[in-house]
Nanobody, 118 residues
């Protein structure tokens, strides 16, 4: 069973930046497309960004131009660089593989809390 460990969240003021990391305990990490999701209180989990095996990226409209997803296959790690954060970005952030129609893996990590507030 795959294990996912997210980290890097915290409390930041509007306009600030954070870099999230997701370490995946899965061999041949590089063959999996990866994604970041987030879930705000009282809301459904939503897809934030995806990155293919070859590095092609895609973003939700709400984060385009502010967030950057990347990956380091040698470290089995996916990243989410978040700039110009807004209060509406407040959520628990999770990573998973991307099947194209939702998360691929049934297991989830504990997530990392991002709070944007002055």
């Amino acid at each position: 069973q795959v294990q996912l460990v997210e980290s890097g969240g915290g409390l930041v003021q509007p306009g600030g930046s954070l870099r999230l990391s997701c370490v995946v305990s899965r061999k041949i990490f590089g063959i999996y497309p990866m994604a970041w999701y987030r879930q705000a209180p009282g809301k459904q989990r939503e897809l934030v960004a995806t990155i293919s095996q070859g590095g092609y990226t895609n973003y939700a409209d709400s984060v385009k131009g502010r967030f950057t997803i990347s990956r380091d296959n040698d470290k089995n790690t996916a990243y989410l660089q978040m700039n110009n954060l807004k209060p509406e970005d407040t959520a628990v952030y999770y990573c998973n593989s991307d099947s194209g129609s939702g998360p691929l893996w049934n297991s989830w990590g504990q997530g990392t809390q991002v709070t944007v507030s002055s």
